[in-house]
């Protein structure tokens, strides 16, 4: 055997959206890297909906790329149709998505990693994994193969024993047409780790000749769109169109009278599914008074192979999906090309990880994405990012990197994740961020960037035309903070946008501040000289209208810095810290939390532990 | 928290019986040791006799109380003794008890900050108990026990559930874009005004706690002799001040606490306050004298009946000092005063005759003025300034919720205003908090709770 190739100091298992970031950026941080997959062309796959991004999503995406992840540069390519949700709310909540082929997505992902000097992609299927007495792991695969490595990035997604269910008919597997890792799963459950059941479920997919689409609404992407990725340089593919159509009565008629056969409702999967992404007989079920549901007819590539009905995840009866489907305006002539399934699958208890996704109990092996119970691809390409990010510095020896709750959406998320059990998969939404006006897809560069550079995350030339990007920027903001412009040259835009008029200087900050100006309009009139990006614009809008409202939080994450960056040892035996609850002084032996910040957010903490605490800390040297 | 805390419960001075605390891991040995009682029935009360632990002669015999951690105030093991009440035997067991290396006296509010570490009081209720102990009147003990008991924690999570409801529209809306939800914050304005009003009562009535835990204070003035030393003993029924008929005995204040049926008062008895100014010391303390009317709240002027001069005009500059004027003297008084007194239904006193009646009327009249019957008692709650800040906070953060519903603001700005109300809000039951809180709270309890 050759040693070369066995002896690693990453290895990622899985090629989904978890593991492509995770090999990546550990790839990016030197190490010596390989990702492990069962079918190489599986790599980048995307197994439900064909978009990435959406509300918080696309947050996230744009923090991913902020922090030299691939992502929102594959979005950007494979995209076909671009649209900014919520453009009629404030920019804090605008969400970039895209509409993606999937199978242009899959094949850039796998040929950029092919183009990682120094990454192996590896074929094959990881059964068992043993921990080495000089640190590190050796992994067994089903070929019998033998692999060493220091660190140990498990991002199976649904593939550990996974079953997947059409009506009362189940079979194993860990996607449609993919095999389920039995083996790996059972070696999981025999390390000790704690491990639960989830479930989710993915729609039916029509043969686009058996749609008649001048029965739906069209729905087109934005005039102008916009990247995920300041890097994306080339022109966006916006050529696509998704069409909408609504459930009725009948339909509903329809479900319910297959809920018998239905092995959510009968109990068959016991695993809990997303109440925010509930399967259409579900949806019925809790809401039957509704007349109708939405649904968004999706191509999953620019040629349209197949149609992907967002909004209709089910797993009833073959028949019964047909004859609903067949009842709903365009698609009463449809072709089912796939069934629509639900999928359950062991995920592990992520509060046995630290924020850096390693094991408490287990040194150097991680785990990320949808394996940790979360569900969509953003949310799993930011674990992996993470993940992947943490085990190259462990190897590296270098201090972890692990991003706040105040900072971005990905803090948010692994805060969360290490901290709180889950009930149901977790998906991100703003309104899990505190600071939801400060995190936004128009900053996340400004927050994120330099911080990645500084771990080596992002290349040189990429640095260089971000720190000219920001000086241009600085440059335009300072010049529209003290230059003012003359009644004459001011209201005729007061006038456009409705607002008083002005009888003397005003600079010119103070009229882009003022409430129904178009921020576009403004710079394309005043300025048009000025060398200025549709991007930088709206950044500079959003600080602007934000700023007063971000003023009145500054304390409280102030104080949510302090508390975060007060470091706890992780041999402290709270059982010794006298006067702090059994339940408190179990949860916190148990999650051995890095910092007070942490400790503020795991259930059954109280107030009242953490005085103690504070207490007892002072009192007793760590 | 190692050590073991002793206090007095009960002040000191003489009474039939006096209560003393210990809380912590002694108990058990001074259970032992000083009452021989090895294996004590937890919550029973136990009469036996109480040697000092190292002369072992017999300090009291007394009725004691053990209370194991699970079900003790503090969350620890406590014994509670309930010797005579002489300051004496108090201060000789608490001695005898300090002699023990892991016992020592206990800090202000130290019981309740045991109780609170050990989550046996959330905030709220710890903040209450301070004010159990600080309370002045039946009203203030009414509130502090009403929210010991939690009722203020329900109430402004009621209001934090209202807001919730509201603004959870407003997530929703923006996280799910493809669930047409348009939420109307238009019509949300009943709803936050009515939140508004409520915050707006808790308020106001944080401000009657404030001035219900200060007692009232009523300062008898008149003229040197006109008889405010004997209102006063009639008052208070016993000989406390001394009585002369010479001009001038009162020289400093006198004060007295006075039970009424709605709490106690501070009375305050001036120096006379004389048309003329025999020497410096008078006129030192006629100033002070002024000085302390103008804190009253209410004034009384004792106006001598005795005097031969029609009264009318006294009684007219009684009335616009806003003081309430009583006539003194009543069996000395003359013939056309006394159909002055009558007609206009003045109270008058005298010493002399039927003095019991005379002070239970005046008392009542006191009373009412003093403590005013609430029109809603039940919702008197907000006691602590913490709470009284973040109420406010919370009332302001409402005024610009309504404010910006009127611009048609973009909804991440309506939810983030209505999100610093609920989270002011949850900060009163203590649900967001921080160390200076705490200390604050513990520093205003007295000895031992």
Partial sequence: MNSLLTDYEVVVIGGGHAGIEAAHSAWKLGVKTALLTMRIEDIGRMSCNPAVGGVAKGQITREIDALGGLMGLLADQAGIQFRMLNQSKGPAVWGPRAQCDRLRYSRLAQEVLSSLQGLTCIEGELVSFSRLQDQGFELTL?????????????????????????????????????????????????????????????????DPDSVDYHEC???????????????????????????????????????????????????????????????????????????????????????????YINGFNSSLSAEIQLAAIRSIPGLTRA???????????????????????????????????????????????????????????????????????????????VDDLVNVLLNEPYRMFTSRAEYRLFLRADNAEMRLKDKAYKIGMISEQDYL??????????????????????????????????????????????????????????????????????????????????????????????????MDGFRLSKNIDYTRVIGMSAEAQEKLNQEKPLTMGQVQRISGVRQADITVLVHWLETHSF | ????????????????????????????????????????????????????????????????????AKHSYTGEDVLELYPHGNPLIVKGIIQSLTHLDSLRLANPGEFTQRAFLNGKLDLVQAESVADVIHSNTLEAIH???????????STIQELAESIKNMSMRLELDVDFVEEEVDPDPHSWKPTLLQIQRHLDRLIQEFQSAESTNRLPLVVVYGKPNAGKSSLINALIQEDRLLVSDRPGTTRDFVEVRLLLEGGEIRLIDTAGIATEVADDLDALSMQKSLEILKEADLKVC???????????????????????????????????????????????????????????????????????????????WVTSERQKTSLIAAQKGIEKTLDLIETNPAVELLAFEMQLVRQELLAITGQISSEDILQSIFSRFCVGK
């Fill in chain 2, 302 to 380: 004792l106006i001598d009946g005795a005097k031969t001069q029609d009264i009318t005009d006294d009684i007219q500059a009684a009335k616009k000092e806003k003081a309430f004027p009583i006539v003194s003297k009543a069996d000395l008084l003359e013939k056309n005063n006394d159909s002055i007194l009558h007609s206009q239904s003045l109270s008058f006193v005298s010493t002399k005759q039927d003095t019991e009646s005379y002070i239970h009327q005046l008392k009542s009249k006191w009373n009412k003025i003093l403590f005013p019957a609430k029109e809603n008692q039940e919702d008197f």
């Fill in chain 2, 143 to 153: 509130n502090a026990q009403r929210l010991l008991k939690g009722t203020l924690s």
């Fill in chain 1, 465 to 562: 035309s971000w720190q000219s990007r920001k000086k241009n920027f600085q440059k335009i903001k300072a010049y529209i903070e003290t230059e003012s412009g003359s009644p004459e040259q001011v209201n005729p835009i007061l006038i456009k946008s409705g607002q008083a008029l002005v009888s003397e200087r005003v600079r010119w900050i103070q009229v882009l501040r003022r409430p129904g100006i178009d921020p576009e309009a403004f710079f394309r009139e005043v300025f048009p000289e000025l060398q200025i990006s549709r991007r930088d614009i709206w950044f500079l809008y959003a600080e602007e209208i934000y700023a007063g409202f971000l003023e009145r939080q500054l304390k409280e994450i102030e104080h949510q810095k302090k």
């Fill in chain 1, 217 to 307: 609404e069209v729905q087109k992407g934005d005039t102008i769109p916009w990247s995920f990725s300041d890097r994306t340089t080339h022109e966006l593919n916006n050529s696509g169109v998704c069409w909408i159509t609504r459930t009725n009565l009948k339909t509903h008629q329809i479900l319910r009278s297959g809920f018998k056969d239905s092995p959510l409702f009968s109990g068959v999967i016991q695993g809990a599914g997303p109440r925010y992404c509930p399967s259409i007989e579900e949806k019925i079920h809790r809401f039957g008074d509704k007349d109708g549901h939405l649904l968004f007819l999706e191509p999953e590539t620019e040629d349209v192979s197949r149609i």
């Fill in chain 1, 335 to 413: 072709k089912i090309l796939q069934m629509g399934y639900a999928i359950e699958y062991d995920t592990i208890d992520a509060t046995q990880l630290h924020p850096t996704f390693e094991v408490k109990e287990y040194p150097g092996l991680y785990f990320a994405g949808q394996v940790c119970g979360t569900s969509g691809y953003e949310e799993a390409a930011a674990q992996g990012l993470m993940a992947g990010i943490n085990a190259a510095l462990k190897v590296k020896k270098s201090p972890p990197f692990i991003l706040s709750r105040s900072e971005s959406y990905i803090g948010v998320l």
């Fill in chain 2, 1 to 68: 928290m190692n050590s073991t805390i002793v206090a007095p419960m009960t002040p000191s001075g003489v009474s039939a019986i006096a209560a003393i605390r210990v809380s912590g891991k002694a108990v058990r040995s001074i259970l032992s040791e000083a009452l021989l009682n090895t294996d004590p029935k937890p919550r029973h009360a136990y009469y036996g006799d109480f040697r000092h632990l190292q002369t072992k002669k017999i300090l009291d015999s007394l009725l004691y109380i053990f209370f194991e």
């Fill in chain 1, 142 to 206: 089903s070929s019998g193969e033998r692999l060493k490595t220091k660190t140990l990035v498990i991002t199976s997604g649904t593939f550990l024993a996974s079953r997947m269910f059409v009506g009362l008919e189940s079979s194993i597997g860990g996607r449609f047409g993919a095999p389920s890792a039995e083996l790996l799963s059972h070696t999981i459950r025999s390390t000790g780790i704690r491990w639960r059941r989830l479930k989710t479920g993915s729609p039916a997919r029509l």
